[in-house]
């Protein structure tokens, strides 16, 4: 049984070293194995000024820690001091300890959109100085920040009263909790919703919070979202955009920013920033807001949201969701219209050429005449379902149209079919489906003079089922070791290869694509996508031709379940080349998901296996001595720093407490009032320093002791060696003399000990309790100057209770546990409320102290009854 005993700490130690290599394997996933940062720099042309807007007297007191200021540079911002504005308002929210600065990037670009146009139309941005709180840890004061917001949307709106195209709501851009705050202000019972008609938020957790570290936050989001979900049909005036920054952003996971999925079908649209045309970028966390490929984007969104006749944002909510669409999801590489023509009449002496092949590629160079090229559809309907035609001219221009005359070479007037156009980062690419179009007769391809331009002209005619290829995805155990793989023989232009059984967001892949081509010539760039059609989270690869690439797979969003549609890699391809697609399963991205979505519940399992910890010690309590289990970090941190404190201080003799003392009474007297008064967590911050310092303390003199024992022994061995010449009736005398002695110190110092063991697990617990509450007592520190008590307290009761455990366990020691009648069900308690603390705490992670004081409490009983 020794033997066997021996062996469970080395198994439990290898065990709990391999979950810990394979926890930091994930996390280095996450955080450091991620595609490099490819957004370019916002610059400010001159330098950035913020006009503090004055604030009604109501509201400066009520909310003294927030600020309002208005964004300007220049000419620009000296023309504003006086507040006489004439343009568009919108409202930039900061995040989790974000900085009201942050719009500059967004002030800076729409300013110089707005000198293109020659000051017809333009923005003035706004932004609240929201003291830089850290909202996404304390839940407290989001329900303060709301109500702020709306003090804020009617004092701007008063800035434009009298103008003569005066606003009657407010555009808001909202980062990280920014955007949850201004989803909240329609939860507000004075809050007229028509303040608002577009809500763009940036990496904004709208489904959950990322760290539920308390009930106001948790209460918050709760109220948000039922709001959302069950008054949609009245928010059908206002329309929103969540734009999620992918994988580089390790904060706040791109399946978070999602909008709940029941609410506003037709008015609501959430994106990933890589699949956001003309950025195709991911972003992290903090780039979002300057980001120039997306600030782009957003600015030239606003701009095509302008209404003529008002000169502000216009209140038609197709026009807006269509504005959207255009700069958020497809780009069709024009500018956009709200009612394009329906036909055109293509004029000009321009050469009419007839192509009757299936596949076609025409490279353009200094050509000053112009051509049309007509492909006739009648002789390729029967053979062909799809043509499909790329152009690598990325002007704005109309190039594709499709003819109704039947019997004429040439069209005069035309559908113009470059609407159904993609842009891609090389190329802009249209596929039709010929049986979507039965009158048109030919398909026009228009090739205007051009002098000084290269380009290139791709269409040809396919089936679909030649192009579609199934690619079964390996199995997730297969840890890389087998592979898919497919060999795309055909030289077409566009391929479409399905991932099959890929639809959960545990699964990662790498995907591997050799091109191979026939000869060396000059050819443009391959474009790989992965296109995932239940979400907008494609990410977009440019790759040369010949080349390897390697294309990281995993989902953000998992399938719906009642969506049967397939993931797909579309390969936009080189005509004379031929390309290899191999899969594999990526064991860290798979293990990198797991904590992508998981992190969260790690304090939730840590704490849930030390109170087991903790329960096993108190079983073996029962009958033996007592187990010992403690974290490497924990008890090697213990051994310094009782290490220095005998350098420091002499220890004392092991001594007995008393549990209860007037002293201590009061002492916890003075942390409950300390708790009421000002903050909880500061309260328990300093119980918790207080026991560390008690736990150092027994932990020096226990080895203080067992160094004395030691050297008395060995003393007491070398002078019985040495004194030979004595008697035998002395040495026995000395020997039982010794014996004695030493078995009563033995005892002592054993019990010593066993406290000491229960002692460091209890205080490991305690630390999660205090890591726990950390944050409310940071934004307690950060606010002080404004106000001493923090209100709401999540920790208020929590903290009394707390200091009143600890006061007594502190002071404790095994004997008096050993002795108890309850101690059999305090030893038996720890197990179901782990369990319980899985269930609840990993969507609650504020309930995890209410678990782990509950057993506490049952300590404090048996050290009392």
């Known amino acids: 049984m020794g033997r066997v005993g021996r062996r469970l700490p080395a198994v439990a130690a290898l065990f709990y070293g391999a979950l810990a290599a394979l926890v930091l394997l994930g996390v280095r996933d996450v955080l450091f194995l991620y595609e490099e940062n490819r957004c370019s720099m916002t610059y400010m042309y001159e330098y950035p000024e913020y006009l503090k807007i004055k604030l009604p007297k109501k509201t400066a007191r009520r909310y003294p820690a927030y600020e309002l200021y208005l964004y300007g540079e220049g000419n620009y911002a000296e023309e504003n001091k006086n507040l006489l504005l004439t343009g568009i308002p919108v409202l930039f929210l900061p995040g989790n300890a974000g900085s009201y600065r942050q719009v500059r990037s967004l002030g800076s670009i729409a300013l110089r959109k707005a000198e293109d146009v ?81 809500l763009i938020t940036q990496a904004t957790p709208h489904i959950a919070p990322v760290m539920p570290l308390d ?37 706040v996971r791109s399946g978070l920013a999602f909008l709940p999925r029941l609410s506003q079908h037709d008015s609501a649209l959430s994106v990933v920033s890589s699949a956001v045309p003309r950025a195709w970028v991911s972003t992290d966390h903090l780039s979002i807001v300057w980001c120039k490929e997306l600030i782009l984007a957003t600015i030239r969104a606003f701009f095509d949201l302008i209404d003529e006749n008002t000169r502000q944002i216009t209140e038609d909510p197709k026009k807006r969701m269509s504005v959207l669409n255009h700069h958020f999801v497809r780009h069709p590489a024009k500018i956009f219209e709200e009612n394009p023509e329906a036909f055109k009449e293509l004029t000009g002496a321009l050469m009419w050429i007839t192509v009757k092949a299936s596949k ?198 998992a399938q719906p379940q009642n969506d049967s549609r397939v993931p797909e890699l579309n390969i936009y391809s080189s005509s004379d080349c031929q390309y290899e697609v191999i ?116 932990h020096v003199n226990v080895r203080a002791e067992q160094n004395m024992l030691n050297g008395d022994s060995d003393h007491l061995k070398e002078t019985s060696q040495n004194s030979s010449i004595h008697t035998i ?64 307290d999540p920790c208020r009761s929590t903290a009394i209770i707390i200091v009143c455990i600890l006061e007594i366990l502190m002071n404790s020691s095994t004997s008096e546990v050993k002795s108890s009648k309850l101690l059999k069900i305090a030893a038996k308690v720890p197990l179901p409320l782990s369990v319980a603390m899985l269930a609840f705490g990993q969507m609650h992670l504020y309930k995890v102290p209410h678990f782990v004081m509950f057993s506490l409490l049952l300590h404090v009983l048996c050290c009392i009854v």
């Open 118 to 198: 020659d000051f017809k139309y333009h923005f003035n941005f706004f932004s609240v100085n929201f003291n830089e709180e850290l909202v996404a840890l304390y839940g407290g004061s989001l329900q303060r920040q709301t109500k702020f917001v709306h003090e804020c949307i009617k004092v701007i709106l008063k800035l434009y009263r009298d103008r003569e195209f005066a606003p009657t709501s407010v555009a808001i851009v909202g980062h990280s909790m920014g955007g949850l705050v201004a989803r909240a202000l329609l939860t507000l019972k004075n809050f007229k919703p028509d303040l608002i008609n577009l």
């Open 215 to 251: 009930k106001y936050l948790t209460d918050f989001y709760t109220a948000v979202n039922n709001h959302w979900i069950l008054k949609a049909q009245d928010l059908r005036n206002l329309t929103t955009l969540s734009v999620a920054g992918g994988f580089r952003d390790y904060q």
């Open 360 to 557: 076609w590629t025409y490279s353009v160079y200094n050509d000053s005449d112009g051509k049309y090229f007509t492909f006739p559809l009648a002789s390729h309907r029967k053979s062909y379902s799809h043509v499909y035609c790329a152009n690598s001219m990325l002007d704005t221009s109309s190039w594709i149209y499709g003819c109704m005359n039947s019997n004429s070479s040439m069209c005069l007037e035309a559908t113009d079919l470059s609407w159904r156009a993609e842009l891609l980062p090389t190329t802009k690419v249209v596929m039709l489906k010929l049986q979507d179009y039965p009158s048109l007769s030919h398909v026009v391809i228009q090739v205007p003079p051009t002098v000084g331009n290269k380009y290139t002209l791709d269409c040809e005619f396919f089936k679909e089922d030649s192009r579609t290829v199934q690619l079964p995805v390996t199995h997730l155990f297969s840890f890389g070791l087998s592979s898919s793989k497919i060999l795309l023989n055909s030289t077409g232009l566009l391929y479409n290869v399905q991932l099959q059984h890929f639809n959960q967001i545990y699964q990662a892949f790498k995907i591997y694509i050799e091109s191979h081509c026939q000869s060396l010539k000059e050819r443009k760039p391959s474009v790989y996508r992965l296109h995932i059609p239940w979400s907008h989270e494609d990410s977009i690869i440019v790759a040369k031709v010949p080349s390897s690439t390697e294309i990281s797979a995993k989902l953000h969003i």
């Open 583 to 698: 899969l594999k399963t990526s064991l860290l991205q798979v293990l990198g998901q797991i904590i992508r979505f998981h992190a969260g519940a790690l304090p939730v399992y840590i704490v849930s296996n030390i109170l087991l910890t903790y329960g096993g010690q108190l079983s073996t309590l029962i009958s033996t001595g007592i187990a010992y289990w403690s974290g490497v970090f924990f008890s090697t941190s213990l051994r310094l720093f009782s290490s220095l404190w005998l350098t420091l201080f002499r220890p004392t003799v092991l001594q007995k407490d008393r549990l209860i003392t007037p002293r201590r009474l009061w002492g916890v007297l003075s942390l409950a009032l300390v708790s009421w008064t000002t903050c909880g967590a500061f309260a328990v911050v300093i119980i918790y320093l207080q026991y560390l310092f008690k736990v150092i303390k027994l």
């Open 729 to 792: 009736k002395n040495q026995s005398s000395t020997d039982s003399i010794s014996e004695a002695t030493q078995s009563l110190s033995n005892n002592t110092i054993a019990e010593a000990v066993n406290s000491l063991k229960m002692h460091v697990t209890v205080l490991n617990l305690f630390t999660w309790i205090v890591l726990l509450n950390l944050p409310s007592l940071i934004y307690w520190l950060k606010n002080l100057r404004y106000n001493v008590k923090l209100d709401p």
